[in-house]
C-alpha cells in the first residue's frame, strides 16, 4: 500500500505521539516528585535532619569551599571554623565579652620578667581515640610551626616572638618568647595530637582527609567530607566542657548564595549566613516566612576609605604615583568631612551597619573608641569647602584647581566584586564632585596589585578584627612595610609614624588588661586624627536561621550578636534542636521506599511510553509492505 | 578541523533499497588500496596538527593567566594574621619569587611528563583535583549533552519537516528565547519554582549539590539522579536550541532535492523519506555540531554548575580564578582546551568515514 502525504502537513498520528510523549514526561514530572519521599505540596523540614532515627543534624549552608582540613596550612575561614570545632585551642573568647577563657589551659600567667609563660593544661581532655592530650601535644604542635617552614604556613604569625616551648610535665606549657607579648592568652592555633602527627612527612602536602574520623579533641568528632558537597560532624560526647546537643552538624556547600536562601526556606538547611551577610533583598525576603528567624547581630568588619599617604618600602624608599594633595592632612579631612554617613547606611547598607568611627568595630567594648566633640569629623560639606581653600585648592568654575594649576582630581580603588564599593563611589563622586573634587571609580576584582604598587589616591579598606586587636593594629606599623617596591607585605595602606609605632609596642608589651585597652584607644585616636583612613560604617552581620529545627542558639555576643564565624564554637556547640527529644526524624524511611516507588513509576512510564512509541513504529513500516 | 565543513552528502536515492546506498560492488584493489594510504595520511596530518594546537595551548595557558593582574599569595591570607616571613615562605614555595623564564620552563617541562602542578589552595596536585571534579562535570553535562543532542535533533527534524506549520513556529520561537536566557536565571527560577515551591507546585526536587550524604548503594543512585534533575533541565533547556536550529536549516536545505522527490515518487511513505533519506543527509552538519559540543562536555558549564552547587570542574574553575591559584587555572584550561581538540580531531577522523569526499 502506498500512501502520499504532503511534506508539510501536521500529521495527526505525530499529535497522538506528541501527547503521549507530554503524557509521559507530565507523569514521569509527578512520579519524581514522590522521590524525596515528600508527598506532594508537603514542606520538608525534615530533609536537614539526620537519616538515622533519633538522631538530630543540623545543616549549614556555607559557601566558601574547604582548602585544607590540615590546621597547619587552612587558611580559608571555612576551614579555620572547621578546625576550631576539631581540635581545642589553649583559651577560647567567652560569648559574652570576648575576655579570653580556659580552653585546653585551665590558666596561664606570665613570669615577673614578662618573657615566660605557664600554662596549665587540663587533665580531662581526652583525644577521640581514648589518648590523654597533654602539655606534650602542644608543645609539639608550636615546635613544629616554629621549626618546619611548611608547617607554619597558617598559624606561623603567632610564633614569630617565641624563643621555646617546652612541656616539663603533661599539665605544664612553659612557652619563653624573645619580647613581650600581651596576646599570649589569644593564640588561635589549634592543638593536634602528637602521637598521630609526628608521623607525617611533608606538612606541605597533607591535608588531612584520607582517614575519617579524624581524631580530635574539640567538640566534634570530623567523620565524613566530600570535596565541595559536604562536611559532616558529629558530636564529640566526651567533650570536656559538655556534649554539643545536636548529634551531627552538616556544612553543606553551596556556592550561590540565592539557592542558599533557598534551601532554608525550603527547609533543606537549617542555617544559612552571608558572605559576610546576606543582602538587604535576601533579608527582607525572609523576614517574616513561618520559622525562619532573620538574625543581625553587630558585625565584626569595619567599611573604611583609606589615602595614599606615600608609598614607601621598609628603608624609606618611595614608589608608587599617589596624588600629592593627600599628603596635606587639611585635604584628606575636607574629604572625610563631605561624607553624609547617615545617607550611606540608610540607602546604601539599607538600615544594616552601624555609624563608624573608631578602628576597632563597637562589638569589642574593651576596645572601643569615639572620638570627642571637638575631634569628630561629621558631615559638613561648608567646612570641607574652607579646608580646601585654606590648602590652596581654590574654587575655580566648577574644579578645584591647585596652586600648579591643576585640577584636583582623585582616583579611588575599589572591589568590583563588592556592590557596596560601587554604590559608594557614586555618592562620593557626587559629594566631592561638588566640592569641585573629580573622582574616578577603579573597580576591579583584585585591587592587591595597584594597591601594592602605591599606584591609587584612596581605596575602600576594610579588615574583619579579631578579639585581639594586636593585628589589625600591626599593620599600620612601620615593620609592616614591603622590603621592596610593589611587593606585598603585611602593611595595609603604608602608614609609618614613630608616635604610632610606640604605641604599638607598648601595647604589646602591656599586661594588664585596662591599661592596654587604654593604649589600643590612643592608637585609634592617632588613626583618627592623622586622617589617613576614615572608619565609614560597621556592616552588621545578617544571618538566618529556621526556628523549627533550632530551639535556640547562642549569639556572640551573647545579648545580641552573629552566629556564623563566631570566635570560638559556641553557635553549634550549644545549638539545641526544636522538639528535642520527640524523635523528630522518623522520615528517613519513608525518604528510601519514596525515592524507589518513584524511580519505579518514572521507570514504567518510560518504558510504557517507549512501548507505545515502538508499537507505532512497527504499524508504519507494516503499512509500508 | 571540520567545524566549518557542512558538505552535502551523495544523494542516495535507490529505488530498490530503502536504507543508504550500498559501497558498491566490491572496487579494484589498487584504488581501494590508494584511498586507505589517503586517508591513513589525512588521519597522521590530523593528529599531527592536534599536537601542534595542544603544544601551543599549553604556552599559551602559562601567560593567558599571568595577565590577570593579582597577587595570588595576598589574596589567598587575606583577612588572617599573616607575618613578613609567612608571607615570603609562601611565595617562594609557590614558585613566585623565581623569574618568570624559570617558571615557565618548569611549567611546560612538568606539564609534558604529566604534571600540571600543586594547587596553591588546595596543597594538592592539580591532576587530583580535576579527577576528582571530572565524573561530577562528566555526568551532569554528558547526560544533558545527550538529552539536549536527541531533543535538538528530533525537534529540528520535525520542525523543518513541517516548515511553516504552527509548531515549526512554535518550537523555533521557544528554542530560541531558551537559547537566549542566561542559565543561572533559568537555574535560579527552577529552584525556586520545582525546589522551593510556588503556590499549587510542590518543591520537589533538591536546591542543589550531587547527594544528600545519607544514602548508599542504589538509593545513592536514585538520589544522585534526583539531584540531576534541575541543573539537567536547565542545561538541557538552554542547549538543545543550538541543535535544533542547525538540524532544521540542514534538513530544510535537503527537501527540496530531487532525489526526495525520486523517494516519494517510487511510492515511499513520507515517514520512511524522512527518516531513510533526508535525515541522514542532513546529519552531517549537526555531526559537526555534536562534536564540537562533545568538546564543551568536560569544561562543565560554570554556570550552572555554580547555582546547583555542582562540585564539578566548573566549580573548580571558578575558584581557582577568584584567587587567582595559577598551577590550577592553568591545568583546567588546558584539560578543557584538550577536549575540545582531541573532539574535533576525532569529528575530522570520523567524517570521511561518513562523507567519503572529505579528506581526498
Redesign the interface.
Known amino acids: 500500500m502506498v500512501e502520499r502525504v504532503p511534506p508539510h502537513a501536521a500529521q495527526p498520528r505525530s499529535r497522538l505521539r506528541v501527547l503521549l510523549a507530554s503524557g509521559a514526561a507530565a507523569l514521569g514530572l509527578a512520579a519524581a516528585s514522590v522521590v524525596p519521599g515528600v508527598p506532594l505540596g508537603a514542606a520538608s523540614p525534615q530533609q536537614a535532619q539526620a537519616a538515622d532515627s533519633g538522631r538530630t543534624t543540623l545543616t549549614v549552608a556555607v559557601a566558601q569551599s574547604v582548602d585544607s582540613l590540615s590546621p597547619f596550612l587552612a587558611q580559608k575561614l571555612m576551614s579555620t571554623s572547621l578546625t576550631r570545632l576539631m581540635y581545642d585551642f589553649l583559651t577560647n573568647y567567652d560569648a559574652k565579652d570576648n575576655h579570653a577563657i580556659p580552653g585546653l589551659a585551665t590558666k596561664w600567667e606570665p613570669s615577673a620578667d614578662k618573657l615566660t609563660w605557664t600554662y596549665t593544661i587540663r587533665s580531662n581532655s581526652k583525644w577521640s581515640d581514648g589518648q590523654q592530650a597533654t602539655a606534650e601535644d602542644a608543645a609539639w604542635t608550636f615546635n613544629k610551626i616554629m621549626t618546619d617552614e611548611a608547617a607554619g604556613q597558617a598559624n606561623g604569625s603567632f610564633v614569630t616572638n617565641f624563643k621555646k616551648v617546652t612541656a616539663p610535665s603533661p599539665t605544664k606549657l612553659v612557652i619563653e618568647l624573645k619580647e613581650p607579648q600581651a596576646t599570649m592568652a589569644a593564640l588561635d592555633v589549634p592543638i593536634v595530637p602528637k602521637h598521630l602527627w609526628d608521623k607525617v612527612g611533608d606538612f606541605s602536602k597533607f591535608n588531612n582527609d584520607t582517614k575519617f574520623p579524624i581524631v580530635g579533641n574539640g567538640p566534634f568528632i570530623l567523620t565524613d567530607y566530600k570535596v565541595d558537597q559536604y562536611v559532616k560532624l558529629k558530636a564529640n560526647k566526651d567533650f570536656w566542657r559538655g556534649s554539643p546537643k545536636f548529634d551531627e552538624v552538616v556544612f553543606k556547600t553551596y556556592k550561590d548564595q540565592d539557592a542558599a536562601v533557598a534551601a532554608l526556606r525550603k527547609g533543606e538547611v537549617s542555617f544559612v549566613a552571608g558572605s559576610p551577610a546576606l543582602t538587604p533583598a535576601q533579608a527582607n525576603s525572609l523576614k517574616g516566612e513561618k520559622n525562619i528567624k532573620v538574625n543581625e547581630g553587630p558585625g565584626r568588619r569595619f567599611f573604611a576609605l583609606a589615602t595614599n599617604p606615600g608609598a614607601q618600602t621598609k628603608d624609606g624608599k618611595k614608589f608608587g604615583n599617589g596624588n600629592k594633595a593627600l599628603l596635606d592632612l587639611k585635604v584628606r579631612q575636607a574629604l572625610f568631612l563631605s561624607i553624609d554617613r547617615d545617607t550611606l547606611i540608610d540607602k546604601v547598607f539599607q538600615g544594616h551597619a552601624v555609624n563608624g568611627a573608631g578602628y576597632i568595630p563597637p562589638r569589642f567594648p574593651a576596645y572601643k573608641w569615639e572620638p570627642s566633640a571637638d575631634q569628630k569629623l561629621g558631615y559638613d560639606p561648608a567646612k570641607a569647602a574652607k579646608l580646601l581653600d585654606q590648602a590652596g585648592y581654590k574654587l575655580k568654575g566648577d574644579q578645584r584647581v591647585g596652586k600648579d594649576g591643576k585640577p584636583l582630581d582623585l582616583r579611588i580603588l575599589c572591589h568590583a566584586t563588592d556592590p557596596n564599593d560601587k554604590a559608594i563611589g557614586k555618592y562620593l563622586k557626587e559629594w566631592w564632585g561638588k566640592l569641585g573634587i573629580g573622582l574616578k571609580v577603579d573597580c576591579l576584582d583584585d585591587v592587591s596589585v595597584p594597591w601594592y604598587a602605591g599606584e591609587y589616591d584612596l581605596a575602600f579598606d576594610g579588615w574583619s578584627v579579631n578579639p585581639d586587636p594586636d593585628f589589625v593594629l600591626g599593620i599600620h606599623t612601620c615593620a609592616a612595610l614591603p622590603v621592596k617596591a610593589k611587593e606585598s607585605a603585611t602593611t595595609d595602606d603604608f602608614i609609618c609614624d614613630k608616635t604610632y609605632d610606640e604605641l604599638y609596642k607598648k601595647q604589646l608589651a602591656e599586661y594588664d588588661p585596662a591599661k592596654r585597652a587604654d593604649i589600643v584607644k590612643q592608637m585609634q585616636s592617632w588613626l583618627y586624627d592623622s586622617g589617613y583612613m576614615n572608619v565609614i560604617a560597621y556592616p552588621n552581620a545578617v544571618e538566618a536561621y529556621r526556628t523549627d529545627q533550632i530551639k535556640s542558639i547562642t549569639t556572640m555576643p551573647e545579648a545580641a550578636g552573629n552566629i556564623y564565624g563566631q570566635d570560638g564554637y559556641w553557635s553549634w556547640w550549644s545549638a539545641v534542636p526544636a522538639g528535642s527529644g520527640d524523635g523528630t526524624d522518623s522520615d528517613s524511611g519513608s525518604s528510601s521506599t519514596g525515592v524507589v516507588i518513584g524511580i519505579v513509576v518514572v521507570v514504567v512510564v518510560l518504558a510504557g511510553g517507549g512501548f507505545l512509541l515502538m508499537r507505532r513504529r512497527r504499524t508504519t513500516a507494516d503499512d509500508r509492505e | 578541523m571540520t567545524a566549518d565543513s557542512t558538505p552535502a552528502l551523495v544523494k542516495q536515492a535507490d529505488a530498490d533499497t530503502e536504507g543508504p546506498a550500498p559501497a558498491g560492488p566490491a572496487a579494484a584493489r589498487g584504488p581501494r588500496a590508494r584511498n586507505t594510504k589517503a586517508y591513513l595520511r589525512y588521519v597522521a596530518a590530523k593528529i599531527l596538527g592536534a599536537a601542534v594546537s595542544l603544544f601551543a595551548v599549553l604556552v599559551t595557558s602559562f601567560f593567558l593567566f599571568r595577565l590577570?593582574?593579582?597577587?595570588p599569595?595576598?589574596?589567598?591570607?587575606?583577612?588572617?594574621?599573616?607575618?613578613?616571613?609567612?608571607?615570603q615562605?609562601?611565595r617562594h614555595?609557590f614558585g613566585l619569587d623565581q623569574p618568570m623564564w624559570r617558571q615557565f620552563t618548569s611549567y611546560v617541562g612538568d606539564a609534558l611528563t604529566g604534571d600540571l602542578g600543586?594547587s596553591y589552595?588546595?596543597?594538592?596536585p592539580v591532576m587530583d583535583k580535576i579527577v576528582?571534579?571530572l565524573p561530577a562535570t562528566l555526568l551532569l553535562t554528558g547526560t544533558a549533552y545527550v538529552l539536549y543532542s536527541a531533543l535538538g535533533i528530533w525537534l529540528g527534524t520535525?520542525t523543518a519537516?513541517?516548515?511553516?506549520?504552527?509548531?515549526d513556529r512554535f518550537n523555533t520561537a521557544l528554542a530560541l528565547t531558551l537559547y537566549s536566557v542566561p542559565s543561572?536565571w533559568l537555574g535560579?527560577l527552577l529552584?525556586?519554582v520545582f525546589?522551593?515551591?510556588i503556590g499549587?507546585i510542590?518543591?520537589?526536587?533538591?536546591?542543589?549539590?550531587?547527594?544528600?550524604?545519607?544514602?548508599t548503594g542504589f538509593?545513592y543512585v536514585?538520589?544522585v539522579?534526583?539531584h540531576m534533575?534541575l541543573p539537567v533541565i536547565t542545561l538541557v533547556a538552554v542547549g538543545y536550541a543550538q541543535t535544533l536550529l542547525v538540524m532544521r536549516s540542514s534538513l530544510l536545505d535537503e527537501?527540496g532535492s530531487d532525489y526526495l522527490t525520486t523517494a516519494?515518487a517510487k511510492?515511499?511513505?513520507?515517514?520512511?523519506?524522512?527518516r531513510k533519506h533526508a535525515v541522514p543527509n542532513a546529519m552531517l552538519p549537526t555531526f559537526t555540531l555534536m562534536f564540537v559540543n562533545l568538546g564543551h562536555v568536560v569544561a562543565g558549564q560554570i554556570l550552572v554548575?555554580?547555582?546547583?552547587?555542582w562540585?564539578g570542574l566548573g566549580?573548580?574553575f571558578?575558584?581557582g580564578l577568584s584567587v587567582p591559584d595559577l598551577p590550577l587555572v592553568q591545568g583546567l584550561f588546558f584539560v578543557f582546551a584538550t577536549a575540545v581538540i582531541l573532539a574535533n580531531t576525532l569529528a575530522d577522523v570520523l567524517y570521511p568515514l561518513l562523507d567519503p569526499r572529505v579528506g581526498r
Open positions: 590577570i593582574p593579582s597577587d599569595v595576598k589574596q589567598m591570607t587575606g583577612g588572617r594574621p599573616i607575618s613578613a616571613e609567612q608571607l615562605s609562601l614555595q600543586t589552595q588546595f596543597h594538592a576528582e571534579a520535525r519537516w513541517r516548515n511553516g506549520s504552527t509548531s543561572f535560579l529552584i525556586i525546589s522551593v515551591g499549587p510542590p518543591g520537589m526536587f533538591p536546591t542543589g549539590g550531587l547527594e544528600s550524604g545519607n544514602e538509593a536514585l538520589d539522579a534526583h534533575v527537501m516519494r511510492g515511499l511513505r513520507d515517514d520512511a523519506v524522512r554548575e555554580t547555582v546547583f552547587s562540585p566549580g573548580l571558578y575558584q
